[in-house]
């Protein structure tokens, strides 16, 4: 599965990381050419300082009246030296030393220029025709020091600069995508019966063709399911009215027939045309259930039509249809039509197919959950399976067309619902129950 992730925190964090990296290496460049200019003044000091020395030593050496024994110069006051110093003859013997050298970090034998030990830089100068030498060393650990310190000083503003960099890059980020950000979250809160065009203004070029082309096809849909619901509405009338011509024809025609022989075949003319009355009623309500109208774009509250349906089938059925409604509205953005055509299929289906000695309960509650519950006897699982299909019935002596239930099916999935079937019904040993979430949309 693929994670996605927002642009804008895409862009954030990118950025900042891209900031950050290119801070660290702005340091780590300076750093090392700090390094690189610190130890050339370095070098240079301890050139100057042997320089300076020298002459002062050999002076010295050359004025003794006892030979030339090994002598430390003495300190004016105690103090750390960075840097010492040894003046030896051209075997190696110390002539000459500061107070706080130590004999062994310099080289067995005396050279001139620079060189390097494990733990020091030496330079060394010679005088009077290579009889004296005189080297200087510095601790490798005062150079390193001293490079970390400076780093240190380069490093030290990242730790504010970092954090204003990451608040200043997602500042820019989110102003920068707060029209991209209205144009999402305008398309996600709009129900999915809302075909209204998406806001174009103000959004970044690049995002303007993507508006332009939704709106496009938005208009297109809307255009489309107008279209189908107005072939759906003519089709109708144009089946209905010449099957309700002809079955009155036939009906007065029964009435004059004398002979009952010939009744009997005008009454099964009739009862054809009743038939293929109902079913063609069926077939339209399938139609507009799988043509995608089953969303409006706005809610409404569906308990007002839920009465008014249930007072027809009483009418129909006194005694058989138990209504319980909530007290308050149970609003959604299902099509009105196509909630009274799904809740009078689940209906008609229950008091046809259920038990005549029970009542059809039909139940919706404030948290929009509708059921059509019915008694009679418990249908077996593989035929359960199989009465959302068209014209796939149960084993009953009712009549029926077998669409109810694929009709109430289809507007529910076009509504983004899933409709329940259950049987036994839930409580019962019996029974059947179909439920759906009217409030989920």
Known sequence: ?????????????????????????????????????????????????????????????LNRENG??????????????????????????????????????????????FSDTLTHRLYGVSAVSNTIYLEV?????????????????????????????????????????????????DIESRGAGDLSPVVEEQLPREFEPIAGAINRLLERLHRALESERSFTANSAHELRTPLATALAKVQRLKTRMPDDYLKNDVAEIEEALRSLSVLSGKLLELAKAEGGGAL????????????????????????????SLPEREVNSFLDPDAFAILVRNLIENALKHGSRSEPVKINLNDNGVLRVCNGGAR????????LRNRFAR???????????????????????????LRSPATGRQDGFEAELNLACI
């Open 1 to 61: 599965m693929t994670t996605r992730t927002s642009l804008q925190k895409t862009l954030g964090i990118g950025l900042t990381l891209g900031v950050t990296l290119l801070w660290l290496l702005g340091v780590t460049a300076s750093g090392l050419v700090a390094q690189h200019e610190m130890n050339e003044v370095f070098d240079s000091a301890l050139e100057e300082t042997a320089q300076r020395i020298l002459p002062l030593a050999v002076t010295d050496i």
């Open 137 to 185: 060393a510095e601790p490798l650990a005062h150079r390193r020091e001293s490079a970390l310190e400076a780093g240190l000083a380069l490093l030290l503003p990242l730790l504010v600069l970092i954090p204003v960099s990451l608040l200043g890059v997602w500042w820019i980020v989110r102003l920068s995508l707060r029209k991209v950000v209205d144009f999402q979250q």
């Open 394 to 420: 149960a084993k009953t002596d009712a009549a029926g067309s077998g669409l109810g239930l694929a009709i109430a099916d289809a507007i529910a999935k076009g509504a983004g619902m899933t409709l329940h």
């Open 379 to 386: 249908v077996p699982p593989e035929q359960l399976a199989l």
């Open 296 to 323: 409006s774009q706005s809610q409404q509250d569906l308990v007002p039509i839920l009465a008014m349906i249930a007072r027809d089938f009483e009418a129909q059925a006194p005694g058989r249809v138990v209504l």
């Open 68 to 113: 030339a024994g090994n002598q430390k110069a003495p300190a004016l006051k105690d103090h750390d030296e960075y840097l010492t110093y040894l003046v030896r003859d051209e075997a190696g013997n110390i002539l000459l030393q500061s107070h706080d050298a130590d004999p062994g970090v310099f080289s067995r034998t005396p050279a001139e220029g």
